[in-house]
């Protein structure tokens, strides 16, 4: 392939051009992620439709509205699928979970409430949603909120849709796929009722908006890798305030938290976190 030898050249009002046009077709601003992250993945979809400039490539968008779902993709923005990272959910029972609950219990509480923040098309509220259920069973006294929020409007309305392919559920596993799943047409699979009334989807930007309250668990990963150091460190702020006391935080592997005052690890390994004062 190629390389495209003018980008550097471009002017930063053309860059902010195709970011506004994409932000406008998919309800996604480009311009909350890091700007070089953004560019060099630009570069390479560009690279890979022969636009030779910026201008270039957003004729091309427009010509071809499924590049931009493809750069999006490039970005591994709303890649993800049921139970990610397995080892997570197994971690997250045994401790911070079934310390949660037995809290919960003692002082006859029965709300739990969870933030999927950056749920993309929803496998992992939905996820989590099968593990509540698992863990607390139908004759618990426990009602489980579960509140996901996403920037992308059409994510989210697949999301509501709740039909997923047999690959997204690749870490599932039979006994959940045939209790929790119904197969509806083409091979795909839509989410239970049971499963399908304890989630509702949201649209809100995670770093402009304000963030959700009397949260229990907040589940974050693979999201923060796409801001800035100064955006993260505001992000964890918010995560910190919309926390009840002694709640708890779970990002992906990749990432990291800096302030210790906010946030203490339980489990450093799986990035499992709970929250300080």
Known sequence: MEEIKSIRENSPEHFNQVLRFINKKRGIDLHSYRQSFTFRHLRSRMAE???VDYLAYITYLKDNPKEIDLF???LSINVTHFFRDPEVFIAFKKGPLAELINRKGKNNLNLIRIWSAGCASGQEPY???????EVLGKKSNFVVKILATDVDNETLERAEIGEYEQKDLKEAGKKILEKYFQLVYNGKYSVNDEIRKMVRFRKQNLISDPGLKCMDIIFCRNVMIYFTREQ???LFKKFHQSL???GYLVI???ENIWNKDLFVSLNLY???YQKVG
């Open 232 to 234: 993260q460190e505001i």
């Open 252 to 254: 992906a592997k990749v």
């Open 270 to 272: 799986d990035r499992l």
């Open 127 to 133: 996820s989590l949603a099968i593990m509540m259920s």
């Open 49 to 51: 439709t022969q636009s």
């Open 72 to 74: 999006l993709e490039d």
């Open 244 to 246: 009840n006391p002694k």
